[in-house]
């Protein structure tokens, strides 16, 4: 899987308490990278978790599913790689990809849902979905 040209990009620097014995990023600071990503996106388009919680709003993750391919070790700079590539009236499909230049190390498709604070589903603002528009899916990824 290849980022559309759209997607949103956040660099992040490899830590060493995020490394496993063989001195590898342990898988699960992959998923951590993916949420710290799309978390931004969403704090770069003024609609982060706090302000949708203040609006009466969550989202949450309905599903993941993530594919290790290479790995990233001490020192490396990656870039996470994130766009939208479907919404429903309550549900959402985003991609992401973790990078170093043009060499993929990991993908991952989440599926999200917004609800209410009482955990009942709910369509999306218009104004989320207007400010999501620049990183829906442009073209079909690789």
Do not use: C
Request: no cysteine; charged share 25%; glycine share 6%.
């Amino acid at each position: 899987m290849t980022s559309p040209t759209n997607a949103h990009q956040l660099d992040i620097d490899v830590r060493f308490y995020e490394l496993d014995p063989y001195r590898h990023v342990n898988h699960s600071a992959y998923v951590q990278y993916f949420e710290t990503a799309r978390i931004a996106l969403l704090e770069d388009i003024d609609l982060g978790l706090i302000h949708l919680e203040d609006m009466g709003f969550r989202i949450v993750v309905t599903s993941i599913e993530t594919r290790f391919v290479k790995s990233a070790e001490m020192g490396d700079r990656l870039t996470v790689h994130t766009w939208v590539e479907g919404m429903k009236r309550a549900t959402a499909t985003w991609g992401q990809t973790i990078k170093k230049g043009d060499e993929v190390y990991a993908t991952q498709t989440v599926g999200a849902a917004i609800l209410t604070f009482k955990g009942k589903p709910t369509r999306w603002l218009p104004e989320f979905e207007s400010a999501m528009a620049p990183y829906f899916l442009a073209e079909k990824p690789d």
